[in-house]
């Protein structure tokens, strides 16, 4: 907003300042609904990923939803094609435009497992959603207690969602807590018998297809029952209900990490920088493995990087990465990327360096790595004390300020 539109607002009478006031209101959410469009990943032949996004000229953001975690990119144009990566992760859109309206292509996930998973997406001008039921979000409980059928196992997850009544697009936002780190930051809305929620950030294209029961007296919801697809690649079954006092516990038995757990550690690494790290006699020490493809690790990265002005002095943090892709090079300009986007004060280190093999030849004592992140506390002595592995990010509300509490206290442990 310019000069003259302050001056000319403060000149007008309180009445007229108002007025002035909402037309301006006005015009932002109108041109907000000019530019939105929907985004949609064609899973497989009946299941789409769909969320609305903001579109302009140079630049689109995703998703659309005013109070969620939102990822904003450049668009590169050339003709009648355009491309954009989203997020820190390795990933790309090549789309054509067909139509003023409508856009079409495919999204590329790189470095998952050496593969390239190529999901064809569309994009077209939309409206905001009319068929959703403000009510039933309103009384949507907060917190459940979720039950996830994978292939074969059955796991405890909790979710943690919120409401909120924004003017255009009213949603609902919140995320999935499993042992293994969380799904990331969901949002979507709720029909008269169904729940709708998806998050998509270029690493997690996930969508949630449930269905909604209601109790006959109360007329709230008392249970879901639906499918998690995990882009086209996973598919899970899952049951819910409500439950106030959810919580999940991610510590692990350290002899599922190393093969010995009564060692101290002598190595001597080097980072990405080709700067040699050595283990602090004076410290207690936090190995993170991780990886640049894995959101929960970034969120573990984000508060550890937070943290690490005030830990430093007695606690050294390393973080080892397991990257997919055997190109070492590569593996090493992705860290390199990472690190500097996610402003990463400690060291990290490729975590092989004979062509990033799978075998962790550079730290003998590990014995496997169970989910990304682990992450393992060593006290002075340098013994391990504990070992987590997940995440629960901001999305996951009150599941996250226990993590935070959990970590706070894994810290105090290893400082004794």
Known sequence: MNNFVVSKCFSLSHKERMFFLLCILFFFQTHAQNN?????????????????IL???SKITVPAYPKSIQNTADIELKKDSLSFSISIYENRFLLKKQSPRFISGTWIKYSSGNKQYKIPVTIEKTTPHSNIDIQKMKDFPSKWK????AQNKVYDAAGTFQFYSNASLPHITGSIATPYGDLGNMNGYLTQDSLFLSVFNG???????SKVFYNHLSDKADSLKGYIYYGNWDVE?????????????????LQSIFSDTAFTLHHTWTDIDGKVIRIDTNKAIVIQMMGTWCPNCADESKL?????????PNVQIIALAVERTYDAQKAIALLKQYKEKLNIPYPVVLLSDKNNASSFHLFPELLKIPAFPTTVYFNKQHTPIRATI???????????IKTQ???????????E
């Open 304 to 312: 550890f990087s937070e943290w690490y002005k005030n830990l430093f």
């Open 390 to 400: 997940g995440f629960c990010g901001p999305s996951t509300q009150d599941l996250y």
């Open 405 to 415: 509490e959990n970590i706070q206290k894994n810290i105090q442990k290893i400082l």
């Open 55 to 57: 579109l302009e000229q």
């Open 36 to 52: 939105l469009h929907q985004l949609k990943l064609h899973l497989n032949d009946s299941v789409y990923l769909i969320t609305p």
């Open 203 to 209: 690493s997690f294209a996930t969508q949630i297809y």
């Open 146 to 149: 979720i039950k996830i059928q």
């Open 237 to 253: 079954k899952f049951t819910a209900m409500p439950d106030k006092n959810i919580d999940l516990k991610n510590e692990i038995p």
